[in-house]
């Protein structure tokens, strides 16, 4: 669904307040952080550039800083704390070594402390998955990137015009179902409801595109609905078992999977997730009731609890965000997808330099995946948002960092999406330049084409 600070986010409504631009201006004040060492020293850690104990000469030389889990852990909860997060996991790996931080609980009047194999749906970390089976797809040779949409699904709006390439990168211009006024009030009244392909893209199609294919970029989970019923017709197998065969089962990610249209359950342990308000503050952004400072001081005051979304069937999302995951598995995944063992080499470098400029600042969009770079540092990463979850994965390969977040309550009344906010802060502490300092974001590459 929406972001509000940050490249998480499995929806994205055009103009809506997607602010990756702002880690480099506004983020500043109103996260109250200048520098790195400035929310070191607000988390009672060290605010030196220097190795530490334990810390590596190559980590020493590279962009990052050291980081033990008792700073780890003092950033999480200090963030969660402002927040109001119900519960949090952070897995941190950099060149130093391996960490973990959890905070409070998977269930809101329990103290079931969330763990890294604790169960979560990951929303729009799916597009990383979608996208890789495409490209698998595509170098065996059963597709070509340049298809267009047509060949397989017919009835699309300028389905002669979009090619497979422009689905995957979200410049198709079709518009976003999840947009629809129609869509929020089932997440309140009708949480359980199977939806089809079929129905999402009636939903879409029943509106102009936005633009031309092509000419510009638009976060829309039509694109990936309509990706996930072409790997289906390609495969020659449900979505669901393509993933299992082709990305979960190889890379033993044992607790991945993308659960049948009819089930809203999440396998056990889980973690339930919560919201505040209505389903209206991720699908439209607009919260109702409004997260005024009256609203602020009764969730202050604990007189205003957020909502359980858990029951929520995700058969909305499928291909463009239904997988359910854990904390252990994504570190596997975003790091194995980055590095180069999903994909051959061919279709790797035309992967990692599929991201092209978006109009948020810093980052850019590719074939499933954002690229946000600020000063030398560049993330690989796609975050997740949907009711009850806020998620994000991320790997730097010229840091050897891994950041895996999750969080079971999306958006604060605070401070917006919660994983996002709490990403940024991990960041802030294990880079010496900060993402929340400005810098000068350095030219794109050349696109070399797809085939």
């Known amino acids: 669904m929406k972001t509000l600070i940050g490249p998480s986010s499995w929806r994205r409504p055009r103009g809506y307040r997607r602010v990756m631009s702002a880690l480099v201006g506004a983020a500043l004040v109103s996260a109250g952080l200048a ?63 391996k960490l973990t931080a959890a905070y409070g609980t998977t269930r809101l009047g329990s103290r079931i402390r969330p763990q890294p194999y604790t169960h979560f749906r990951i929303a729009s970390i799916t597009k990383t998955m979608t996208s890789a ?65 079929q129905e999402l893209l009636a939903i879409s199609f029943a509106r102009p595109p936005n633009f031309p294919p092509g000419t510009d970029y638009e976060y829309s989970n039509t694109n990936y609905a309509l990706l996930g019923l072409i790997i289906e017709k390609v495969d020659g197998r449900p ?62 005051a604990g007189t205003v609890q957020p909502k359980d979304y858990t029951g929520v069937n995700h058969s909305f999302a499928a291909a463009a965000g239904g997988v359910i995951s854990t904390a252990d598995d994504l570190d596997t995944w975003i790091r194995a997808l980055v590095r180069g063992r999903v994909l051959n080499h061919r279709y790797q470098r035309l992967w990692r330099a599929s991201p092209r400029p978006t109009d948020q600042g810093g980052l850019d969009y590719g074939f499933g995946i954002d690229r946000f770079r600020w000063g030398p540092n560049a993330l690989y990463l796609h975050g997740g948002e949907t009711v009850g979850y806020n998620s994000e994965a991320a790997y730097d390969p010229a840091n050897k960092l891994t950041l895996v977040v999750w969080t079971n309550l999306t958006i604060s009344p605070f401070d917006g999406l919660t994983a996002n906010r709490l990403m940024l802060n991990v960041l802030d502490r294990a880079y010496k330049l900060s993402p929340l300092a400005s810098g000068a974001v350095p030219p794109r590459p050349v696109d070399p084409g797809i085939d």
């Open 35 to 97: 520098t790195g060492a400035a929310a070191a020293s607000q988390a009672g850690t060290p605010a030196t550039a220097s190795p530490g104990p334990g810390a590596t000469v190559a980590q020493a030389r590279a962009g990052l800083r050291p980081i033990n889990q008792r700073a780890l852990q003092a950033v999480v909860r200090k963030t969660a704390r402002e927040l109001h997060v119900p519960g949090a996991v952070v897995r941190l790996r950099t060149p130093q070594g």
């Open 133 to 197: 089976v495409v490209l698998q797809l595509a170098q065996e040779g059963k597709l070509r990137l340049s298809d267009p949409v047509s060949k397989y699904v017919a009835g699309v709006p300028n389905g002669d015009q979009i090619t497979i390439a422009l689905l995957l990168k979200m410049r198709s211009g079709l518009f976003d179902y999840t947009s629809a006024p129609e869509m929020a009030p089932f997440f309140d009244n009708d949480p359980t409801k199977v939806w089809t392909p």
């Open 239 to 300: 979505l669901a078992r393509a993933m299992r065969k082709r990305l979960f089962g190889p890379l033993r990610l044992k607790d991945t999977v993308l659960p049948p249209s009819t089930s809203n359950r999440i396998p056990k342990p889980f973690a339930r997730g919560y919201l505040y308000g209505s389903a209206s503050a991720v699908t439209t952004g607009i919260p109702d009731p409004p997260y005024t400072p009256e609203f602020q001081a009764a969730v202050e």
